[in-house]
Nanobody
């Protein structure tokens, strides 16, 4: 049984930082693409950042994430991280991690319906 568990969300002031973690069981993240997606109230789910299967060494960032967020993986912990810096109120959303067995970061991030598995989501609120 595959499980993806997000952690690290919460309330942060504008300009602050958070690091989200996506810990997996039942699947080896090294061999799949992993993405972070978010969904704000009354908005469609969107790709934030994705990382390819490890052997391809590629990452993808949305325009809003570029330069502020960094995605990385720790294969020894079977975990993918999203470091989020310079957070803005418009980053407020529920963040989900997901996997795509096809392994391509860019394609996955622009089409969330490619996902095979999803985490339960975690809230990130950026507010003063």
């Amino acid at each position: 049984q595959v499980q993806l568990v997000e952690s690290g969300g919460g309330l942060v002031q504008p300009g602050g930082s958070l690091r989200l973690s996506c810990a997996a069981s039942g699947i080896t993240l090294e061999y799949v693409a992993v993405g972070w997606f978010r969904q704000a109230s009354e908005k469609e789910r969107e790709g934030v950042s994705c990382i390819s299967m490890a052997e391809e060494h590629t990452t993808y960032y949305s325009g809003s994430a570029e330069g502020r967020f960094t995605i990385s993986r720790d294969n020894s912990k079977n975990t993918v991280y999203l470091q989020m810096n310079s957070l803005k109120p418009e980053d407020t959303a529920t963040y989900y991690c997901a996997t795509d067995y096809r392994g391509r970061a860019g394609q996955f991030c622009v089409e969330y319906r490619r996902a095979d598995y999803w985490g339960q989501g975690i809230q990130v609120t950026v507010s003063s």
